[in-house]
């Protein structure tokens, strides 16, 4: 890759495509005009298959975070009971969202580094009927932790048919399988500068037919956020307000790239690059800190080693032009991040860990030349046996990985 670029190993945003760079800068576009109103329409099409839906899908200017009040917003009324399951800090931000906007919210919060055990929901529904809406996290990237969302959302069906189902998608949709019809979710939200390979700028909010005729009976004062305005403009082909006019120019221009690559090969590649750098990690000496049967294929998490703290190991990855991410919340301090979504490819995950093995070396941490590269390219080559569709450096990753 460009030496002169960062390897920029986040949860988001995530590296972009030179094309994609490329579409961000055209010069700006009438909003209201028949070139904008096609682009949107092809945007949402070649978006539905990734979120398993043949519903509607709004696209909203803001940040994920946005996208996840719009979905408390729309559906719940002041008073109204609800139960946000946590696995992490985003997790429990959807509780703080739902509670400042008058919700009767319950928690289950699970321990952070652990997926939901379905039995546990279920126990908790069965003692706790009449929710309004549920609100599950599907890829949580405070703890590195991916959810079986069909799963829990089989149990929700199962006790409590009437309650919402709304889901926090924002680093798992377009990164790997989501099937909201099949799996009955009424609402579901993510984010361009995740999966999609685009700048921050979109969150991108999926809604069921059931979803939109709770939406009509919902009570909560909502203007900027309210999904009826977006549902009502994008049937005329026209965006409610003023949007994020060259972040859908990248998302255009990535999808032109996701589209060719193929959905399974995307999620195949994840699950590549994914294996890859937990085997290369765990060479090294690390420590994975998620349940080894619910790691994410878009960002693991890594508990820091007696002996090396966090701004020592920053410091020394961006000397190598690696950027990793700190733990968040509680676990400030005593894990980090690495991200592998969007289009990663699997020389940008050899050449982190290859940094992290020279930075192991310097420290003494007892580490051996070569163990950790070697690891995360064995664990990608048996990974690419089980999804032979797995392009780990795509056409769609183009900025020179190898």
């Known amino acids: 890759m460009n030496r002169f670029e960062p390897n920029l190993r986040l949860a988001g945003p995530t590296m972009l495509p030179p094309s994609v760079r490329e ?8 909003h209201r005009g028949a070139e904008f109103t096609a682009m949107m329409d092809r945007v949402l099409a070649r978006m ?6 043949t519903g509607d899908v709004a696209m909203i200017s803001c940040s994920g975070t946005g996208g996840l009040e719009a979905a408390v917003a729309n559906t719940v009324s002041p008073g109204e009971q609800v139960l946000c399951v946590s696995i992490g800090l985003f997790g429990d931000r959807f509780a703080e969202i739902a509670s400042l906007y008058g919700a009767n919210t319950a928690r289950l ?10 039995d546990e929901l279920r126990a908790h ?23 079986s969302i069909d799963v829990l959302a089989a149990v929700v069906r199962e006790v409590q048919p009437e309650a919402l189902i709304i889901v926090d998608g924002v680093s798992a949709v377009g990164s790997v399988p989501f099937k909201m019809d099949e799996w009955q979710i009424d609402l579901a939200v993510t984010a361009s500068q ?32 309210d999904l009826r305005r977006y549902h009502e403009s994008q049937a005329r082909g026209m965006a409610v307000w003023t949007p994020a006019i060259a972040v859908m120019y990248q998302l255009d221009a990535a999808l032109d790239l996701m589209s060719a690559e193929g959905a399974e090969a995307i999620f195949a590649r994840h699950e590549a690059c994914a294996a890859a750098t937990r085997a290369g ?12 049967h619910h790691y994410s294929p878009t960002v693991t998490a890594v508990s820091l080693p007696d002996g090396l703290d966090w701004e020592t190991l920053n410091r020394g990855l961006a000397a190598q032009g690696v950027i990793v991410a700190g733990g968040l919340g509680q676990l400030s ?12 490819t699997l020389g940008e995950i050899l050449d982190t860990v290859g940094a992290l093995e020279d930075l192991s070396i310097q420290l003494k941490r007892g580490v051996r030349a070569g163990v950790g590269v070697a690891a995360a390219q064995a664990a990608a080559l048996e990974s690419i046996g089980r999804h032979p569709l797995a392009q780990v450096c795509p056409s769609a990753g183009q900025r020179g990985g190898t």
């Open 281 to 292: 990690l765990e060479a090294l000496g690390f420590e994975l800190f998620a349940d080894s």
């Open 109 to 118: 919060s699970i321990e952070w580094g652990r997926a939901v055990d379905p």
């Open 333 to 344: 301090g005593s894990i980090f991040r690495v991200g592998h979504l969007g289009s990663v």
């Open 48 to 53: 539905r298959p990734f979120f398993g839906t």
């Open 194 to 225: 995740k999966g999609w390979m685009a700048a921050p700028g979109l969150a991108m909010v999926a809604v069921s037919p059931r979803a939109w005729a709770e939406i009509e009976r919902t009570t909560t004062p909502r203007f900027y956020f």
């Open 23 to 30: 579409a961000g800068g055209r010069q700006m576009s009438s």
């Open 125 to 147: 529904l069965q003692s706790h009927p009449g929710y309004r809406a549920v609100f599950l996290t599907h890829n949580e990237t405070s703890t590195g932790v991916l959810d």
